[in-house]
C-alpha cells in the first residue's frame, strides 16, 4: 500500500499524516533491523497497521508515539523470524592477503549500509543534520545487532531518539524499571563490542584534513598507486567486503590484496556519495562494452589523519538508493 492508494481520509487521521513520519520510522527501522529493505518493509507493514487500526486510535498518544509502537512491534516479529545481521569481522579471524575468497554468504547474512539521502533532506540546521548522522554510524548499528530485540529497541529509543523511559515504558508495556535495568543491560554489552560512546549530542563531521585525505584516496585509488594508498591506512586498518565472509587487516595485508586478487580493480572510478553519516563511494570496474560498471559501495572511516576502515558492498542493485549512476561514460573521465 502506498500514500497514493489510501482513502482521503480514515477515522480523523489523513494520509500526509501517516507519511511524514516514514523517513524518521525508516532511520529507527533501519536501527532495529541492519537492513535498509528490512525497515522499508517494517515501515510499510506500519502504514498498513496503522491504516487499519486507524478506528482505534483514540488520541491518547501522541500520532508519533503510536506509530513508533507499531512500528517496535513490526520490528520484533521480523526478529523473531531470522537471524542476527553481522559484519565480517564479527564471523571470524582475518585472512591473508594470499588466501583463496571463501564462498559467499546470502545477502540476509549481512548488516547493509544506509543512504543517507533515505534519511536526511538537507533542508533542517547543519549542526542538528550532523548531529542525527552520528547517530547512523556503521558500527553502532552492526553492534546493535548483538542486542536482544527489546533491549535494542529501549536504546535506540532513550540514546538516540531521546525518549523518556516514562514514554518507552509505555511503549513496551513495561515498567521504568524495567526499561532502566535493559538499558543498563545494553550500555554494557555495547562496551563490550567497544561502543562505549553514546553521547550523540556532538557531531561527527568531516574535517578540512580529512576531506583532503579523502581527495587524495580517490586518487590514489584511480590511478591504482597502492604504495601512496597503503600510505594513507593506519597500520592496524581493516578492509572487508560483503557478500564474502573475509577481512583483512593491516596497512600491508591490504596493499597485498589489491597487488594480487584485488587487482582487477585497476583501471577503477568513484563517485562520491553519503552512507551511514560519513563519506561513501560507489565503485565502478572497467566495462568490456565501454565506460564503467558498478561494482561495489565503499564506506571509508578515517580516524584523525588516517583511513582505518575500507568496507566493500558489493551489491550493485543498490546504487540507485545511494543516488550514483548505474553506469559511467568514459567521457566524464
Given at each position: 500500500m502506498t500514500q497514493t492508494e489510501l482513502p482521503i481520509s480514515a477515522f480523523g487521521i489523513q494520509p500526509e499524516d501517516l507519511e511524514r513520519h516514514r523517513r524518521e520510522l525508516t532511520g529507527y527501522c533501519y536501527r532495529m533491523l541492519g537492513s535498509v529493505f528490512e525497515a522499508e518493509d517494517a515501515v510499510q507493514d506500519t502504514m498498513v497497521r496503522a491504516w487499519r487500526a486507524a478506528d482505534r486510535f483514540e488520541g491518547r498518544s501522541s500520532l508519533r508515539s503510536w506509530l513508533y509502537r507499531i512500528a517496535t512491534n513490526a520490528c520484533l516479529d521480523m526478529l523473531r523470524a531470522r537471524g542476527r545481521r553481522a559484519r565480517p569481522m564479527d564471523m571470524g579471524p582475518s585472512?591473508?592477503?594470499?588466501?583463496?575468497?571463501?564462498?559467499?554468504?546470502?545477502?540476509?547474512?549481512?548488516?547493509?549500509?544506509?543512504?543517507?539521502?533515505?534519511?536526511?533532506?538537507?533542508?533542517?540546521?547543519?549542526?542538528?543534520?550532523?548531529v542525527r548522522r552520528s547517530t547512523i554510524r556503521f558500527a553502532f548499528v552492526a553492534a546493535l545487532q548483538y542486542l536482544p530485540p527489546r533491549q535494542r529497541a529501549v536504546l535506540i529509543l532513550c540514546e538516540v531518539?531521546?525518549?523518556?523511559?516514562?514514554?518507552?515504558?509505555?511503549?513496551?508495556?513495561?515498567?521504568?524499571?524495567?526499561?532502566?535495568?535493559?538499558?543498563?543491560?545494553?550500555?554494557?554489552?555495547?562496551?563490550?563490542?567497544?561502543?562505549?560512546?553514546?553521547?550523540?549530542?556532538?557531531p561527527v563531521s568531516t574535517s578540512a584534513h580529512q576531506a583532503r585525505l579523502l581527495a587524495e584516496y580517490v586518487d590514489a585509488f584511480e590511478q591504482y598507486d597502492i604504495p601512496r594508498l597503503v600510505s594513507l591506512l593506519r597500520d592496524d586498518a581493516i578492509m572487508s567486503m560483503p557478500p564474502f565472509p573475509m577481512w583483512l587487516q593491516g596497512a600491508h595485508e591490504i596493499g597485498a590484496w589489491f597487488l594480487g586478487t584485488g587487482s582487477e580493480c585497476k583501471g577503477s572510478r568513484l563517485v562520491a556519495t553519503q552512507a551511514n553519516g560519513v563519506v561513501a563511494f560507489g565503485s565502478y570496474r572497467v566495462d568490456p562494452a565501454g565506460g564503467y560498471k558498478p561494482w561495489c559501495i565503499q564506506l571509508i572511516d578515517i580516524d584523525g589523519d588516517r583511513i582505518v576502515g575500507h568496507h566493500n558492498f558489493l551489491d550493485t542493485k543498490v546504487f540507485e538508493d545511494f543516488g550514483v549512476p548505474a553506469h559511467l561514460d568514459p567521457e566524464l573521465f
Open positions: 585472512i591473508k592477503a594470499d588466501s583463496a575468497l571463501p564462498d559467499m554468504l546470502p545477502e540476509n547474512a549481512w548488516v547493509e549500509p544506509f543512504p543517507d539521502r533515505r534519511l536526511f533532506d538537507d533542508t533542517g540546521d547543519p549542526a542538528e543534520l550532523a531518539l531521546r525518549w523518556e523511559a516514562t514514554e518507552v515504558a509505555a511503549l513496551l508495556d513495561s515498567t521504568v524499571a524495567s526499561v532502566n535495568s535493559a538499558l543498563q543491560r545494553a550500555r554494557a554489552t555495547l562496551a563490550t563490542r567497544h561502543i562505549d560512546d553514546l553521547d550523540f549530542s556532538e
